[in-house]
T-cell receptor, first 112, second 115 residues
Framework: SQQGEEDPQALSIQEGENATMNCSYK?????LQWYRQNSGRGLVHLIL?????REKHSGRLRVTLDTSKKSSSLLITASRAADTASYFC????????????FGKGMKLTVNP | KAGVTQTPRYLIKTRGQQVTLSCSPI?????VSWYQQTPGQGLQFLFE???????NKGNFPGRFSGRQFSNSRSEMNVSTLELGDSALYLC??????????????FGEGSRLTVL
């Protein structure tokens, strides 16, 4: 069963623009992670944000977490064609079993 | 440092057959998790092994099983294959158990097609 749900499901932008993806989840969490997947390949970890953190940066990535709204956003600034991929948020469940549950993903296309 | 290695990368089976997939984690990683990815259901957790013990199991029928060896390599087996088992099977390793408080390192996956 999905815990997180990404929005929008697909996004197409031009190179240089910023891309924002949102993730909403249902139950309280300890951590939230974002992963990227290039077509048909394995997932690559991007960033982990803990429930007591509100914002985190890594290079061109900025992640925010709002536990009161049970939502997170991933911002990619100055996008590149190489950012074209599917992006997933993944959460655990506070008090639940220790497994990471992934959303269905969001397809980002960056046009050169 | 070598990444997570999954074999085979592609395979085709027919209904009723069984299949075994292999995963070699990153050296030093003791936790291996398996996920099934399909267009309709997305990424579904199968199970996690840590130090040869199954720590967690997803909501899959008993036809899906796995094991971990003393060198942390893991295998998963699907018996009596069904058409719906066609999927990308992903293995992920992590240094410690759980994988919820630290990153998972994924392999490239094994794409199974059931005819």
């Amino acid at each position: 069963s999905q815990q997180g749900e990404e929005d929008p499901q697909a996004l197409s932008i031009q190179e240089g623009e910023n891309a924002t993806m949102n993730c909403s989840y249902k139950t309280s969490i300890n951590n939230l992670q974002w992963y990227r997947q290039n077509s048909g390949r394995g997932l690559v970890h991007l960033i982990l944000i803990r429930s007591n953190e509100r914002e985190k940066h890594s290079g061109r990535l900025r992640v925010t977490l709002d536990t009161s709204k049970k939502s997170s956003s991933l911002l990619i600034t100055a996008s590149r064609a190489a950012d074209t991929a599917s992006y997933f948020c993944a959460t655990d469940t506070q008090g639940g079993s220790e497994k990471l549950v992934f959303g269905k993903g969001m397809k980002l296309t960056v046009n050169p | 440092k070598a990444g997570v290695t999954q074999t085979p990368r592609y395979l085709i089976k027919t209904r009723g057959q069984q299949v075994t997939l292999s995963c070699s984690p990153i050296s030093g990683h003791r936790s291996v998790s398996w996920y099934q990815q399909t267009p309709g259901q997305g990424l579904q957790f199968l199970f996690e092994y840590f130090s040869e013990t199954q720590r967690n199991k997803g909501n899959f029928p008993g036809r899906f099983s796995g094991r971990q060896f003393s060198n942390s390599r893991s295998e998963m087996n699907v018996s009596t294959l069904e058409l719906g088992d066609s999927a990308l099977y992903l293995c992920a390793s992590s240094l410690l158990a759980g994988g919820v408080s630290w990153e998972l390192f994924f392999g490239e996956g094994s794409r199974l097609t059931v005819l």
